[in-house]
């Protein structure tokens, strides 16, 4: 690939997928066979995306010698976009002055991106190396809490002046080209970094050359602020479809700005989160096939004990009944229809309550409507089942009270899990509590204990006489 | 607020949402009063999105009017930005003309996207009210399968030739600057539409006024084909980080090119649709207050009814060894415990390979070194778990037998339960079913029945003598 082709049919490769792997492959030939000059001009003209891509799937001692291949220009870029573990790797490689090279010419944000996720002592290193105007850019970043608007923005971005024309305005702007996150979101600040107004590259573009910035630029300007959940910045770019958010301090001053391409990451890795957190788990920072067995099974293992103390209690409430099963064995038979059951409908009313709490679209002010309804969803639901579980029952055993018992249970347990499963999520979230997090185990906690006790009940009422 | 204020300190309002809400109530006064002048001046320098939410959080009577007070060249803006049942209403009472105009002047993809959403007979009246090359455009895009690049894209985008020089270039955007999508992202077509290359706006900024967009463009294009799955195209631009990526056909001619706005909420639905297939739902198109009982009832029944399929195997199993708990009726107090852990230890396996499956981080080709991953989890995971559980119930029952055969089952349950939430999953993916709608009842099923098997199995070797 010396002359980089166009895709001009779509015969030639099925996918984007086979040509990155095509690369991945030649590049590993060229390195096997020492031909550097091949390599790099292989690399010259591919995406920075799928460089990386092919260096990532290299053999581990490939890494460093493709990654020195690359055009210096392009080489942090490509960085960032590899896997973390490949970027350790290098890092503890490369001599010093490769390292600084590196560093210094990543953008302020993705550089502290990449410091939170090593180990401390290679952080220590890479500091060193920064020049100080660089290492100062990343103090200011460092200094914000992690998963805020602070961490995550860059402080390169443009900024004009309310009296400048748009010529004077596209001179600075070809300027700051090639340093700036993007020149397509702008920034109007005063004297003293007040942020005054906003435009985009469009309306400049759109607008006469002797016009001024302050008659074309929008006063009404979105900011966050720089202790910003990510979250919701995410969410602030989502819903205004911008390309870019202005960071504010709390007087007012333009610190910083969050670009949409971030903002995809950001989204990615709080689903991940949300997701594990509704499956019962932790989110792992790390790559799936990168972790020990052990830490692994140690994350998983804290949802499972809950589980086991909660277990305790429902085995308790069964223990007491004993005398009942002992007379009425078949009703054992039910027991994990309604288990299930239980969480099952549990599970599907918090769901829907977690993701429109986290997707904004729920408020907590209506928890009560919302609660009444999910009730009378479970009512519904536990009837349509409880008839028909009545009926098998009866075919089965040709017992109408204990069939009657299984199918009173489980209307009592449906409406129970329906109920607790908006519930709890709408009373963690209003307590401050992360919804994902904390309902699951109560939920289930609560549903199972109260499910057995009144399963155990209506038989003694129904079955016992 | 005549003329628009600049937030120039963090105390006068807390935070957007505030400012919002003060639109709002400021609105629905003005609205109220019949103080049209002051409500039409209230809503010039607001936000498209903000002035969209202050609409919907009016009483429905005052929809339209409030609707038809805003700026014309805003008002298609702010229509995308309303909940859709809004958008309905005020389709339902304007007049034809105020729909065409309505209608012509949105981008040909969020007119799809809205007509996907309304009722056929809306539908039929729409497209009636438009003119003639927006209805072709409009075909064009609905002629393509839901959920495709095809169906999201835009063909509003600014196409160059590569003899253009820099300053052609600038005057065809200056042009095309207000009717195209955006500007910021450049295609490069031959004579026959064929995309030959891509430039950004900022490579343009930065170039000589005499050199030719040849010289400058990118020649390695990423582009995606109409058919691609708008998951696939969302991921595509994350990766690359792009603010839009091209849509081709067959033939590779430019028909269209997707935004990174419209990318967002393509993700944030079929996250949401993910999230509800693990937890056993299907997903709603509609507004959570919207949706009738009995609807949201129906939807969720499916699983459940699934569910009861599957304990007519567990409770059969159970019935089967009646004898069993006859004799040793503790057995029964820790069924609850054996269902409930190996619910949640497939659970926690299946939303870890799922989400990874999803993300593109773990590929079905590795499935072997998954699922024995997955497998020696569970193994540790039950022996942790088990150890505890046999002390546990020791302590509570003074029984070693019973005590052995529930940490022996809840070890062999942890096991089998992991193993079939890797394999199945991987499995479904594979033979092209989407692995979160499919896998959980099938997990569930698989692990609750031979969990009761092993259980009793076992029960019998150690207890019964």
Known sequence: MAESQNITSAEELASRDELRELVRSQLQMFLEQENFQGAKTLLVPVQP????????????????????????????????????????TLIEEFKNQELQELIDRMSPDDRVRLLDELPADLVRRLLKQLSSSERQATSLLLGYEPNTAG???????????????????????????????????????????????????RDLVTAEPEQTIGEIMTRDVVSVHTSMDQEEVARTIQRYDFLAVPVVDSEQRLVGIVTVD???????????????ALGGLQADRENY??????????????????????????????????????????????????????????????????????????????AWQ??????????????????????????????????????LSLWAIATLASTSGAALPLLFKSLGFDPALMSAPFITTFVDVLGVLIYFYVARALVAF
Chains 1, 2 share one sequence.
């Open 370 to 407: 919302i609660i009444r309804r999910e009730a009378l969803v479970g009512i519904l639901l536990g009837l349509m089942m409880g008839i028909i579980v009545i009926l098998v029952a009866y075919v089965f055993l040709q017992d109408w009270p204990v069939a009657l018992t299984v199918g």
């Open 151 to 201: 961490r995550i923005m860059t402080p390169e971005y443009v900024s004009l002046k309310e009296h400048f024309t748009v010529s004077q305005a596209f001179d600075r702007i070809r300027n700051l080209a090639n340093i700036t996150e993007t020149i397509y979101a702008l920034y109007v600040t005063d004297g003293t970094r007040h942020l005054t107004g906003i435009l985009s590259l």
């Open 49 to 88: 995306a799928d460089a990386a891509h092919a260096i990532e799937r290299l053999p581990p001692e490939l890494h460093a010698i493709a990654f020195r291949l690359l055009p210096k220009d392009k080489s942090s870029e490509i960085y960032e976009h590899l896997d973390s573990t490949v970027q350790q």
């Open 289 to 366: 096939f990168q972790m020990n067995l052990f830490r692994i099974s140690r994350r998983r293992v804290t949802w499972l004990l809950v589980l086991l103390v909660t277990n305790i209690f429902t085995g308790g409430v069964i223990a007491a009944n004993e005398d009942m099963l002992e007379q009425v064995v078949s009703l054992a038979m039910f027991i994990p229809l309604l288990v299930d059951t239980g969480g099952n409908v549990g599970t599907q009313s918090s769901t829907v309550i977690i993701r429109g709490l986290n997707m904004d679209k729920i408020r907590t002010r209506l």
């Open 262 to 276: 971030d903002v995809l990451d950001v989204i990615e890795r709080e689903t991940t989160e949300d997701i594990y």
